[in-house]
C-alpha cells in the first residue's frame, strides 16, 4: 500500500523567511503527487500538482515542488514566507482509481 | 464557475435528528466523493461516485446515506448520529474517477452532535 511521509508536523518560519515542507512518498511506479492548502476551518485547496511533466512544479502563491524521484522526494518551497502562509499543509498521492492518499500534515506557522 | 459549494457551512443536530449535506459543483466533473475530517487529521474518503453511480463506499455506518440525484449535485443524508461523528465533512469533485489529475474541494461543513 502507498504511503506518504511528511517529516515535519510542524514547522515555523519567521517572515520574509524561506519555507521548506518536506514530504517522501512510497510508490514505485509514477507518482501523481499534490500539495494542499488548509487554513483554519476551511476546505483544501490545491497549491500544485506533479503528473510526469516538469521536475520543478511551480504552483499558486510563490510556491514550488520539486519532484526527485532518486529520493522518493516532494518537497514544498516558498522563497519568502508571508503571514497569510500560515495554515496546515497536506502532501498528497493519488493511487490506483485516484484514490488519495494524504500525508499527516505539517502546520506552518509564521511569525514576525 | 471553478468552485464546489457546500451548505450548511455549520450544523448543530441532536442525536435523534434526520439531517442532510449539501455538494454542488458546475465544472461538469463526473466524480464527487465525501471525506471526513477530525481535528488536527488528514481528510478521510468515506464515499465516491463515478457518472452519479456510487463507486466507492469505505465502509461507512449506514447511519451516513449518501445521494447522487444528478451530476453536479451530491448530498449527504445523516440519521441517529452519535458525537464522535462530529467532524469537518469535505466534498470534492474531479472530472473523472480515473484520472488523478487533482480534485477541487469545498469549504466544507461543520457538523457537530450534540
Known amino acids: 500500500a502507498q504511503s506518504v511521509t511528511q517529516l515535519d508536523s510542524h514547522v515555523s518560519v519567521s517572515e520574509g523567511t524561506p519555507v521548506l515542507l518536506r514530504c517522501n512518498y512510497s510508490s514505485s511506479y509514477s507518482p501523481s503527487l499534490f500539495w494542499y492548502v488548509q487554513h483554519p476551518n476551511k476546505g483544501l485547496q490545491l497549491l500544485l500538482k506533479?503528473?510526469?511533466?516538469?521536475?520543478l512544479v511551480k504552483g499558486i502563491n510563490g510556491f514550488e515542488a520539486e519532484f526527485k524521484k532518486s529520493e522518493t522526494s516532494f518537497h514544498l518551497t516558498k522563497p519568502s514566507a508571508h503571514m497569510s502562509d500560515a495554515a496546515e499543509y497536506f502532501c498528497v498521492e493519488a493511487g490506483i482509481a485516484s484514490k488519495l492518499t494524504f500525508g499527516t500534515g505539517t502546520r506552518l506557522q509564521v511569525t514576525l | 464557475d471553478t468552485e464546489v459549494t457546500q451548505t450548511p457551512k455549520h450544523l448543530v443536530m441532536g442525536m435523534t435528528n434526520k439531517k442532510s449535506l449539501k455538494c454542488e459543483q458546475h465544472m461538469g466533473h463526473r466524480a464527487m466523493y465525501w471525506y471526513k475530517q477530525k481535528a488536527k487529521k488528514p481528510p478521510e474518503l468515506m464515499f465516491v461516485?463515478?457518472?452519479?453511480?456510487?463507486?466507492i463506499n469505505e465502509s461507512v455506518p449506514s447511519r451516513f446515506s449518501p445521494e447522487c440525484p444528478n451530476s453536479s449535485l451530491l448530498n449527504l443524508h445523516l440519521h441517529a448520529l452519535q458525537p464522535e461523528d462530529s467532524a469537518l465533512y469535505l466534498c470534492?469533485?474531479?472530472?473523472?474517477?480515473?484520472?488523478?489529475?487533482?480534485?477541487?474541494f469545498g469549504s466544507g461543513t461543520r457538523l457537530t452532535v450534540v
Open positions: 461516485y463515478s457518472y452519479e453511480k456510487l463507486s
Open positions: 470534492a469533485s474531479s472530472q473523472e474517477f480515473s484520472v488523478p489529475y487533482g480534485y477541487t
Open positions: 506533479y503528473t510526469s511533466a516538469a521536475t
